[in-house]
């Protein structure tokens, strides 16, 4: 094999010093051909040779970190940038609490830590492998740039973690660095590590829904992760959150911009009932329902990535100090929870009953509650775009409870709104709840490309703006 010399500095953007660390840098060459061989065979299929205007992260100052200009994605320069050291930081939590944070691993958390980034690292490369098919069926050029934006990036993060994999964990990181690039969404034999992440992603509205929901557990990770006592994970993830914030939303505005379509098809077609699926599927746009389908199984699978809601590894990690609470360094407690306890809802008799449990076995399910909290405002915004045309309908998160795989609820068959049923009674149900082999082909049908600038596909209305002051029928992709 030749491996050509390849100039970090020019091409990896980075604040970590990569210049003057010989050992860093032979690892990242070593890793770097297998990771644009993983790319080019699992990154965005059929448009490596566009030019995509793209940011690119340059550096972390607030102003300017982003440059945005026409790159082919596989030249795109995936950086290693920490966000700038807070100065005399201290542990934010558990039994170091106070004590300076470290600034190498510390041994007594090696497996732990190591453990903790390559469960973040490999759900990086996975949503790209989940969305590579989708830039032949894009609803506009605008939109085929927001998905190759949150690629380019999401390919950064797996950098991120493989930093500091290498820079942290000599022999064993380089291991894990390299089964990064193994493992493979929806493998059989060699599966990404979560649940939600070996999912697919078939279509335009299940991306944004990922986006939405599934990025949004990258988020509160980030941040728990972000209140690491191990600096260099702190300062990675703090980072990453910048962008994490773009992914989001394009899911956000994604979604939104459907049920604005479809409202304005209805009231224009004299629809009023957002049950009559046939009189609205034959105006071309996706019926109310079928969104709440989508939103009842995003949701549902991005829960169980949360884990188990009582956790003694959670505790272990909290009280290690290598993983806080989402916002541990605004919370204002001891940040031990020796003595506290949290309600976690668990099956009694036969019903589902919040209990107090030991605060500090209960952080998964904390984490999950402050998710839940923060999905709740974009769909509230959903909602005013459905009531501003005057239709009678609402887009509900399901209960917690609901079509769960994992933890308390992984065993039981719970409805959206929380009651529990027998497996029969779930199942018949399911055509109302979960997305269903009609709705799929019906939005499957609908995923042709629209590839003139300016142009949307009749499902999904344009954006109110364009990206970083551009208009919306800027060429944000030129086809090759
Ligand atoms: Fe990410
Ligand atoms: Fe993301």
Not at 326 to 342: A, G, I, K, N
């Amino acid at each position: 094999m030749t491996t050509e010399t390849v100039d970090y500095d020019l091409l990896i953007p980075n604040n970590v010093g990569l210049a003057g660390d010989p050992k860093l840098r032979r690892a990242l060459e070593q890793w770097h051909p297998g990771y644009i061989d993983w790319w080019m065979s699992m990154g965005p299929d059929g448009f490596q040779m566009a030019d995509v205007w793209l940011r690119t992260a340059i550096s972390v100052e607030k102003e300017g970190w982003a440059k945005f200009d026409y790159v082919k994605m596989p030249e795109y320069r995936w950086g290693i940038l920490l966000a700038p050291e807070v100065e005399n930081r201290t542990i934010p939590c558990g039994e170091h609490v106070g004590e300076p944070v470290w600034t190498e691993v510390p041994g007594a958390y090696r497996a732990m830590l190591r453990r903790l980034i390559v469960i973040q690292g490999d759900t990086e490369p996975a949503s790209v492998e989940q969305q590579r098919f989708l830039g032949s069926t894009a609803p506009s050029i605008y939109d085929m740039r927001n998905l190759f934006q949150v690629n380019v990036e999401e390919g950064r993060h797996l950098w991120a973690m493989v930093y500091l994999l290498q820079k942290y964990f000599g022999r064993d990181g380089r291991e894990e660095a390299q089964e990064l690039l193994e493992r493979q969404s929806g493998s059989a034999d060699k599966p990404r590590m979560l649940g939600a992440f070996n999912e697919a992603t078939p279509d335009w509205l299940s991306f944004f829904m990922f986006t939405y929901f599934t990025d949004r557990d990258g988020k509160m990770q980030l941040e728990a992760l972000a209140q690491s006592g191990f600096d260099p994970l702190s300062r990675t993830c703090r980072f990453m959150l910048a962008e994490e914030a773009h992914h989001m939303f394009v899911g956000y505005t994604g979604v939104k911009r459907i049920v604005e379509r479809t409202a304005q098809a209805m009231a224009d077609g004299g629809v009023e009932d957002p049950y009559d699926t046939e009189a609205i599927r034959r105006l071309g746009v996706i019926d109310l329902p079928a969104i709440q389908r989508k939103t009842n199984l995003h949701f549902s699978l991005t829960l169980d990535l949360f884990g188990s809601e009582e956790s003694t590894n959670a505790a272990n990690f909290f009280n290690a100090g290598v993983k806080g609470r989402f916002h541990e360094d605004r919370l204002e407690d001891d940040h031990r929870l020796v003595d506290s306890t949290y309600p976690v809802m668990r099956t009694v008799d036969g019903d589902l009953r919040q209990v107090e449990v030991p605060a500090l076995n209960a952080l998964n399910a904390r984490l999950r509650d402050d998710f839940i909290e923060d999905c709740q405002a974009g769909i509230t915004r959903w909602n005013n775009e459905i009531a501003e045309h005057g239709i009678d309908f609402e887009i509900t998160l399901p209960h917690v409870a609901f079509n769960r795989a994992i933890g308390e609820f992984g065993d039981i068959s719970v409805t959206p709104d929380g009651s529990i049923v027998a497996r029969e009674d779930f199942d018949g149900g399911r055509g109302d709840w979960l997305p269903t082999t009609e709705d799929q082909a019906y939005i499957e049908s609908l995923m042709q490309p629209q590839l003139v600038p300016g142009e949307f596909a009749g499902w999904i209305a344009p954006p109110s703006r364009g990206i970083q002051g551009k208009p919306t029928d800027f060429e944000y992709v030129k086809l090759p």
